[in-house]
């Protein structure tokens, strides 16, 4: 018996597991998939959270519903990555052989890579929307948005959808509290 293990179980991993289980035989082939979350977080749906048009209830799902019959589910934190024994150890001891293993853990914002993202105003007056908490934080912030000035920057190219890695900056000294977008 072959054994393929899918780390990460966001969008990429699924997407693996859900199309490699059906070309793969169950009398050849285990396929495991491992993520220490339980909830999938629909990034792509975050761009909408800030305007309205998803809330966060819309973007967030179990995970286990998106994993196919035939692959086994493990919720669990990864510990180590042994290539040279093909072997992945996890918390609490669980080890995990394998003959392919697939590194899907994802994306995460980096505000410290980013001059200035480290301030007092990360998550006040300036916003991202990459993040679950980024995302809500800027729908809260522009909500009290009554008018006045709003900045929007890329700060360089990035590879995470929706692209880029805008950010809108609410200056407290151009925009009173309450202030909206029009």
Known sequence: MR????????????IVVNKLRPRLSEDEWTIT???QEPDHLYQPGFLFIPFGTYQPDDVVKPKSDFIPKGVDYIEATIDL??????????EG???LEYDFLIIATGTHPRPDQTPGLESDEYGKTIHDFFSLEGATA???????????QARGELDRAAYQMPGGSPRVHLPRRVLPPGTRVA
């Open 3 to 14: 054994k393929l293990v899918v780390l990460g179980a966001g969008t990429a991993g699924t």
């Open 33 to 35: 998939i491992v993520d």
């Open 81 to 90: 990555v042994e290539p040279e024994h093909n072997r992945v150890q996890l």
């Open 93 to 95: 001891g669980t080890e």
């Open 138 to 148: 800027l729908a809260e912030a522009l909500d009290r948005f009554e008018g006045g």
